[in-house]
């Protein structure tokens, strides 16, 4: 897909932060974010979504009106209607217009992306992981991610996450793809923003030790074998000098 330039509007954000009322300067414990959305003239297209500590909580599809639960076992316990959520991005699409005339649609200016991939799991050959892909100061929101496996493209096994908001109004993105490690296989995350010249490859492959020649492991051996003797030796020299020791004592009178 070409990405084409938009013009972005970030708009109401409702932050709440919890933390022990004390005298002192307020450190946050715990934060959460609950309607942050945004509308942009590419697509166009809109975003609502809450976050707890970073982590995404919900996102409604403004397509089918509904609202999506990052993990669905959330809806047992707490439900969400929509329509604020559309009434939100409402707003903000007609602030945007507004703003878009007033500024003579001045275009964003783009953020390099910053791409990290790591397994979520300690990679185990033959055991089932996640790669994740973190991509971090996205500006404006619109990024593709695609998932390449032995420089074939993957589309089983990958979803990702809506825009998380960061501080300085930029935004950040995880991507994650199920996998079965295998030490003939390389991953790589492509990312794709108007940030780069050209799209961005993070390569990812699995780190299996070397393994142990057979010389490397006879001198071990070898080596094992030896400290083990020497200690054989140096024990029972002790133990003689210990018995004589004694029988020396035994048979010397008093003075």
């Known amino acids: 897909m070409v990405l084409n330039r938009a013009l972005i509007l970030g708009a109401l954000a409702l932050t709440t932060m919890m933390s022990p009322s004390r005298g002192e300067d307020i450190v ?4 959460g974010s609950y309607g942050t959305d945004f509308y942009q003239s590419h697509g166009p297209s809109g975003q609502f979504t809450q976050e707890f500590d970073g982590d995404e909580l ?6 089918k009106k509904e609202t999506v639960w990052r993990l669905p076992m959330f809806s047992q316990f707490a439900g ?3 329509q604020g959520a559309l009434r939100n991005i409402a707003t903000a699409k007609d602030t945007l217009d507004i703003l878009t005339k007033r500024s003579n649609s001045t275009p964003v200016i783009n953020e390099v992306p910053e791409v990290t991939v790591f397994s979520k799991s300690p990679v185990m050959l033959g055991q089932p992981n996640t790669l994740i892909c973190h991509v971090d100061n ?3 929101p619109v990024i593709n991610i695609t998932w390449l496996k032995n ?5 089983e096994g990958v979803s990702e996450t809506s825009f998380l908001p960061k501080d300085d109004d930029s935004f950040f993105k995880f991507g ?3 996998f079965l ?3 003939d296989d390389v991953y790589d995350c492509k990312v794709e923003h108007w940030g ?5 490859l993070k390569h990812w492959e699995p780190e299996i030790p070397a393994p142990m020649s057979e010389l490397t492991e006879t001198v071990v051996c070898a080596l094992g074998l030896t400290m083990g003797l020497v200690g054989i030796v140096v024990g029972t020299i002790f133990i003689i000098q210990g018995l004589r020791s004694g029988g020396a004592s035994r048979h010397q009178g008093p003075l």
């Open 58 to 63: 919900l996102y409604v599809d403004l397509g």
């Open 176 to 178: 994650y793809l199920t």
């Open 181 to 183: 490690p295998s030490d």
């Open 80 to 82: 969400f209607d929509p």
């Open 151 to 155: 420089r074939h493209v993957v589309t």
């Open 138 to 140: 996205i500006f404006p």
């Open 196 to 200: 780069l010249e050209e799209p961005l």
């Open 28 to 31: 946050a414990d715990h934060v």
